[in-house]
């Protein structure tokens, strides 16, 4: 077996290339190691981490009348925070307002504010 994750499937496919080899130091990933986090549909959200440096790569690969594509991208997070982070409640538009709203009426957050503004 190849240790090239999909191998047979990302010929001449850049953008599954990201999940063959660690984009820090080049080694390639063990296919066996792969965590699939969470899947949905036709997508699936993988974690890999190097053995080699420990760095780690967070990607979605969905499967489409295209084929598979894939995004990725580093994270210093462990697959434990990945998980919990996809537990987390989605920030919506009022939460946004809300602490727009907060850090108007806070002295530390006027300070904050007036310095985004001062930025050219």
């Known amino acids: 077996m190849s240790d090239h994750l999909f191998s047979p499937l990302h010929h001449g496919r ?3 290339q990201i999940l063959a080899v660690c984009p820090m130091c080049q080694a390639t990933y063990h296919p066996l190691k792969t965590r699939i986090m ?3 549909d036709d997508a699936h959200l ?3 981490e190097c053995r080699q440096c420990g760095s780690a790569v967070v990607a979605i ?3 489409g009348s295209a084929g598979l594509s ?4 580093l994270t210093d997070l462990t697959s434990a925070e990945v998980v919990n982070v996809s537990l987390e409640v989605a920030v919506t ?6 602490l727009y709203a907060w850090l108007a009426t806070e002295p530390t957050g006027q ?10």
């Open 14 to 16: 850049r953008d599954l």
């Open 93 to 98: 538009v009022d939460d946004v307002v809300d």
């Open 111 to 120: 300070l904050i504010l007036r310095r985004e503004k001062a930025i050219p």
């Open 70 to 73: 894939s995004v990725g991208t």
């Open 38 to 40: 969470a899947e949905r």
């Open 46 to 48: 993988l974690y890999l």
């Open 61 to 63: 690969v969905t499967a």
